[in-house]
Structures are given as C-alpha cells and as structure tokens.
T-cell receptor
Framework: GAGVSQTPSNKVTEKGKYVELRCDPI?????LYWYRQSLGQGPEFLIY????????DSGLPNDRFFAVRPEGSVSTLKIQRTERGDSAVYLC?????????????????FGAGSRLTVL | QKEVEQNSGPLSVPEGAIASLNCTYS??????FFWYRQYSGKSPELIMS????GDKEDGRFTAQLNKASQYVSLLIRDSQPSDSATYLC????????????FGKGTKLSVKP
C-alpha cells in the first residue's frame, strides 16, 4: 500500500482480555517495527522484524506480548491478559532495510497507530 | 542501557525566531541519527537524518552532529506557528542492530 496501515485505530477492552493489533507495511519494505507510546513519552521499542523473523524482540515487556509476521508482510501484535498499564498508542513502522549500512541506513515510516485502552 | 536524552520543554519561541532543539545519546557506536516531528494525536514523521559529523541543511531545518560529544541538534530558522509540535530525536546503534531508540521529545511552541 501507499503507507503503513494499522487496525484497529482504537480498541477499548477490559482488563484480562486478549487483544490483536494489525500492521500492514509499505509494499516492499522488508523491515517492520512495533513501538509503544504513552502520553508525554517518546516511542518505546518493542520488536523488530527483518522478513519473517524477529531480529530483535528485546523491547517486549513480558511474555504477555507476542508478535508474528508469518509471510514477511503483515504483522500482528498480540497481547494476552491485558492490564491497565498496557494502555498506550501502539505504533507500527516499516523500512526498506533493517540493517545499519552506514550512510544508507534505513528510514522508518510510521502508521497512524492503534490506541489501546484497557479498562 | 542505551539512552537518548532530550529536554522535554516546552520550548517557546516567537514567530520568525530560531528554535534550537538538543539531544544527547549514550551509545558511543551509534551511526545514524534522526529528527522526527509529531503533531498532537498524530504519528511521528521524519524531518531530517544525519550520519556524519557536521551540519546538514534542508530548507529551514539544520541538523548538527558531534559524535565526540555524543550530541545532535536541530535548528529551525524562521519558525512558524505550524512548526509547533513535539520533536523526537532518534538514534540507531551500530552493527546489525535495526531498531531506533527515541528520546521523550521536546515540545515546541511558536507564538504568532
């Protein structure tokens, strides 16, 4: 697609429920990133995919969070047993390259985000 | 832990003035540096990227990088009310690490 598409744009759920957030990256972008942004904070890195595999999942806060990208395009972020502290805007971004190659390092394009509210 | 530090502001400048935004980072091997602008309720959008020491100019924007001091800045000349937003500094590590580390952002307000 022309841009990074995220669905849903808004999700309200109850504590303890399961949530899936979807990201459709720019066509041809091999790298895909998930970030989480709370009010007044910068985006916090969660996980990064290069193709189908998670190249770096060091930002996932705990084992309730999981993400997949089975065909190297669309990705789903899954949150189990949601807690109120999970409330945030979840941002997805994609880029052409995921590796730092000096001056040609990739540039991230962000989607509009999915606002998650856990009651 | 790799960190990116920014003054959260708000930074208030009059229309037409120069706005100066600063950022420091902890990872000495960082190779790539970015400034993103984020309007309230919107997602970040890239303004500038810089990879080498010195200045890089693009229109009213100038990014400055000093790797020895682990410092990167953004200057906005002839500031406009439409520049009012939060400016996020982002740093990418060296080697094969792919993710960007963001600062908390500096909120800029340009007064007419």
């Amino acid at each position: 697609g022309a841009g990074v598409s995220q669905t849903p744009s808004n999700k309200v759920t109850e504590k303890g429920k399961y949530v899936e957030l979807r990201c459709d990256p720019i066509s041809g972008h091999t790298a895909l990133y998930w970030y989480r942004q709370s009010l007044g904070q910068g985006p916090e890195f969660l996980i990064y995919f290069q193709g189908t595999g998670a190249a770096d999942d060091s930002g996932l806060p705990n084992d309730r969070f999981f993400a997949v990208r089975p065909e190297g395009s669309v990705s789903t972020l899954k949150i189990q047993r949601t807690e109120r502290g999970d409330s945030a805007v979840y941002l997805c971004a994609s880029s052409l390259k995921g590796r730092n190659r000096g001056s040609g390092a990739n540039v991230l394009t962000f989607g509009a985000g999915s606002r998650l509210t856990v009651l | 832990q790799k960190e990116v530090e920014q003054n959260s502001g708000p930074l208030s400048v009059p229309e037409g003035a120069i706005a100066s935004l600063n950022c420091t980072y902890s990872d000495r091997v960082s190779q790539s540096f970015f400034w993103y602008r984020q309007y309230s309720g919107k997602s970040p959008e890239l303004i500038m990227s810089i990879y080498s020491n010195g200045d890089k100019e693009d229109g009213r924007f100038t990014a400055q990088l000093n790797k020895a001091s682990q410092y990167v800045s953004l200057l906005i000349r002839d500031s406009q009310p439409s520049d009012s937003a939060t400016y996020l500094c982002a740093v990418k590590g060296g080697g094969s690490q792919g993710n960007l580390i963001f600062g908390k952002g500096t909120k800029l307000s340009v007064k007419p």
